[in-house]
């Protein structure tokens, strides 16, 4: 049977001023089809979409859909020839209902005639096997309710061919599997299927052909059957790339912070942290497994002491054998216990490091109060950054850069680097290699495994669940704020998790694991 | 009664331009623009009507009250939107600061309206000599029959058409803002320009017409006040912090013109209510005066207590919209 092609990119290119996002991109999308698009961070897939959804204009390049060669201006444009993207950072309004968003930037009768609109809504969930009450407000939703709307939208404007940049990256496994079954059942269809994404497994299950960008350049297109999870990372990295994390077997256990029903309550009054208890002990990685948004935060910043805590205690057990209460202290009396907190926002700089300094100027933050009477010391910071530079292969061009200007993987580094400089007793990290490539990544892990072998108690917040069963030695799992149980990475799987991160409570007593 | 009857009609005479202005901002915010430059364009729109006025009365011997009253009306239209057409070139295609631009247009406008005030009062012979009584007696002109039925009639029917209007638009605004595709679409600028450029929402054009509607519509306090309030003169700065009123209004409306429309009846009467209270000091009547502002911000603690979502601020209010950011 002869393939025809949906989408033809030919020597697309993208510029952002200096950087250019997307060189001379060759690509096509079969009808039918699911395409996978691979690449790392920052190697332009996203640009590539958008610039088919008519979120961006290239400089370069033609663009043929159904093989009419066709000029893309705008979103609009964009509908007009069925394409539709289901972006990573769901488009949708919060204050409105489902429908109200699937309808938003329509044509048609100036008034609005919903109940008609909802009809043809329940039409289409029901086709395609979707579950969703378009009467419910955005802002009421869970994660995976607001991607059914998104996708909704999109197939509600009649478009075959669908977009979905990194539509995985905040569902569970369950959610994943239905996901999943959804997009085979348009592709069977007749429905065109892009997924971006950097998650190889998902690749190997879902698409019939992977195409593969690396820093804004083509690298080839190839059948999903042909390929293996090691060809397509060294297509994407450009080098072969060891996926292993050394894992050793915790040594030294004794307890570092051991939580006792402690709750918080965030700034509207809603508790985030419900009556959760957990230890950690020196020399294990302990992971916090959930749902984005389901108090991973705010455990961490309770023990750090960056949140008000309203009930319970948490005991911090020093290595010398003194137990003292942390929850009533104040951040900087706990930074003194040797308590180290690294918190990786999407907005990076926010909290960790500050953008304007250079890299001296951030290591200061720690040790400023060390000077000698009125003046700080700038000698030993300075020669603590050289000594990140050098030991992590930050690339920047000198310790006086601006940490601004550093790229997303190199200001991890350093902040990393940073807290690790400062020998803390429990480390705790959140989200420590979001938006970083491949090679940075492991050199992450591979630091969190160094510090677990000193004998720290290193607390570590993931999305990544196949990461954080190769890493840690146990894995907290939160859900709406409760501890929905601790389980032991080297023996649960991903559909435990799963199961937890949706609140089905682990049955019977908490499963202590090594003790 | 008598006194109460009074208090009324006073309230509601001044509550229509307040109105005005918090309907003309509503729109306005709802599309992501905070325009402080409101109390600015309401100066420009009255002392523009009334150019108009003043010129077509001076220049005929015979002056058609009707025809006054369209010169007018065009002037204040005209002269509001193109306030609102600065701000927007500035805000929206020019990115500024929204706080800044709007500042600086209210200043910019309370000086227009106080130059070309002092100017038309020279040529018309010194201070408070400014008079456009026909096309002012136009505006004036309430109900013949209806006015003269007691209490209900007195309460209802005996203002100029401007009040009535203000009261229409508020209601047509509020049903575009919520039955209509535009009112949604507009709304979805407001909350998230980028989602109403993803769905194909033409972001700029919205914000455009949504300020520039909304500048001429609050243009037309200013036109009520000059004409209606004052019966067609001018005094320097009478018109006072009635644009600060209408967009606390806008707060305390939660975003609702209809709302809005008691609103300004409490806002106006609040105004007043010092002239009613007998036996109080000076201090006294300027401790009543607060009053519009202390309920404002009594009602924005009690909303943001409830922190009900759809009785916040328009998510992206205050924000410029650049699609290529990264």
Redesign the interface.
């Known amino acids: 049977m002869e393939m025809k092609n949906a989408i033809e990119l030919s020597h697309v290119t993208k510029r952002f001023g200096e950087v250019v996002a997307n060189d001379d991109v060759n690509l096509t999308v079969r009808e039918g089809e699911i395409l996978s698009i691979l690449g790392e961070n920052g190697s332009g897939k996203t640009t590539l979409m958008n610039m088919l959804s008519g979120i961006y204009f290239p400089d370069e390049g033609s663009i043929k859909v159904k093989g009419q060669e066709v000029t893309i201006t705008s979103p609009k444009d964009a509908f007009d020839l069925g394409i539709g993207m289901i972006h990573q950072h769901f488009k949708l309004i919060d204050v409105m209902t489902a429908a109200e968003n699937i309808i938003l930037g329509l044509e048609g009768k100036q008034i609005l005639n919903m109940d008609k609109v909802k009809k043809q809504v329940q039409e289409l969930t029901a086709t395609y096997g979707f579950d969703l009450n378009p009467d419910q407000k955005i802002y009421d939703m869970s994660v995976s309710q607001k991607q059914t709307v998104e996708i909704i939208k999109v197939l509600y404007r009649g478009a075959d061919i669908l977009i979905l940049d990194e539509p995985t990256a905040v569902l569970t496994p369950q959610e994943i599997d239905k996901l999943f079954a959804v997009l085979r059942n348009m592709r069977s269809a007749g429905k065109s299927i892009i997924i971006i994404t950097h998650k190889l497994n998902e690749v190997m299950e879902l698409s019939d052909r992977v195409a593969v960008l690396r820093k804004g350049k083509y690298i080839g297109t190839v059948e999903t059957r042909t390929a293996t999870i090691e060809s397509l990372t060294e297509m994407m990295v450009g080098e072969k790339v060891s996926l292993d994390i050394d894992r050793s077997e915790p040594h030294d256990r004794h307890k570092r912070i051991e939580m006792r029903g402690i709750t918080v309550r965030n700034a509207e009054g809603t508790k985030v942290i419900k009556e959760a208890s957990f230890t950690s002990y020196s020399g294990e990685i302990l992971g916090v497994a959930g749902i984005s948004g389901n108090g991973q935060k705010e455990l961490l910043e309770a023990i750090a002491g960056l949140q008000f805590i309203e009930s319970g205690e948490i005991l911090y057990y020093s290595p010398e054998g003194e137990v003292k209460k942390i929850s009533d202290m104040k951040a900087d009396e706990i930074r003194k216990l040797k308590i180290s907190f690294s918190f990786v926002p999407e907005d990076r700089l926010g909290m960790g490091l500050v953008g304007d300094m250079d890299l001296t100027g951030n290591m200061m933050i720690r040790s400023y109060r060390n000077g000698h009477g009125f003046f700080a010391d700038r000698k030993k910071p300075r020669k603590l950054a050289e000594k990140i530079v050098d030991q992590l292969e930050v690339s920047t061009p000198s310790v006086e850069t601006a940490v601004r200007r550093l790229s997303g993987g190199n200001v991890q580094k350093v902040l990393v680097g940073r807290e690790i400089a400062s020998q803390p007793t429990v480390l705790m990290v959140a989200y420590p290699v979001r938006g970083l490539d491949i090679n940075s990544s492991y050199t992450i892990y591979n630091l969190l495994n160094e510090q677990k072998e000193k004998g720290v108690s290193v607390i570590c917040v993931g999305e990544d669940l196949d990461v954080l069963l190769d890493l840690c030695d146990r894995i907290l799992v939160l859900s709406g704020g409760e501890v929905a149980g601790i389980v032991d990475a080297r023996t649960t799987t991903k559909q435990e998790l799963g199961l937890l991160m949706t609140g089905h409570k682990k049955s019977g007593k908490e499963k202590e694991v090594l003790s | 009664m008598n006194i109460l009857m009074t208090f009324i009609q006073k309230a509601i005479a001044q509550g229509v331009a307040i109105l005005f202005g918090a309907t003309g901002e509503t729109l306005t915010e709802k599309s992501g623009n905070l325009n402080l430059g409101i109390p600015g364009i309401m100066y420009m729109g009255g002392i523009a009507g009334l150019m108009g006025a003043f010129f077509y009365e001076n220049h005929t011997t015979d002056p058609i009250p009707l025809a006054g009253m369209l010169i007018s009306l065009l002037c204040t239209l005209v002269a509001a939107s193109i306030g609102g057409l600065i701000y927007s070139f500035l805000t929206i295609t020019l990115r500024a600061n929204q706080n800044v631009v709007g500042l600086a247009l209210t200043t910019f406008g309370v000086g227009f309206g106080n130059f070309f005030g002092g100017s038309i009062s020279k040529l018309a012979g010194g201070v408070g000599q400014i008079s456009v009584a026909t096309t002012a007696k136009a505006y004036r002109a309430s109900f013949p029959v209806l006015s003269k039925i007691p209490v209900l009639g007195q309460l209802l029917f005996t203002y100029g058409f401007l009040t009535y209007l203000s009261v229409i638009i508020a209601v047509i605004v509020t049903f575009m803002l919520l039955?209509?595709?535009?009112g949604?679409?507009l709304?979805?600028v407001g909350?998230?320009p980028?989602?109403?450029?993803?769905?194909?929402?033409?972001v700029s054009l919205y914000k455009y017409v949504a300020t520039v509607c909304g500048a001429a519509i609050a243009g037309l306090g200013g036109l009520y006040y000059v004409m209606e309030y004052l019966g067609g003169t001018w005094s320097n700065n009478s018109f006072g912090d009635r644009g600060w009123l209408a967009i606390a209004l806008v707060i305390l409306a939660t975003w609702n013109p209809v709302h809005a429309i008691w609103g300004s009846l409490v806002f106006g009467g609040l105004y007043i209510l010092d002239i009613y209270i007998p036996g109080l000091s000076r201090a006294g009547k300027e401790l009543v005066k607060m009053l519009p502002y202390v309920v404002t911000i009594i009602v924005l603690i009690i909303t943001s207590k409830r922190?009900k979502?759809?009785n916040?601020p328009p998510?992206s209010l205050g924000n410029s919209y650049f699609?290529?950011e990264?």
């Open positions: 039955r209509t595709r535009v949604l679409n709304r979805a909350e998230s980028a989602t109403a450029d993803a769905a194909g929402i033409h922190s979502l759809e916040q998510a699609r290529e990264r």
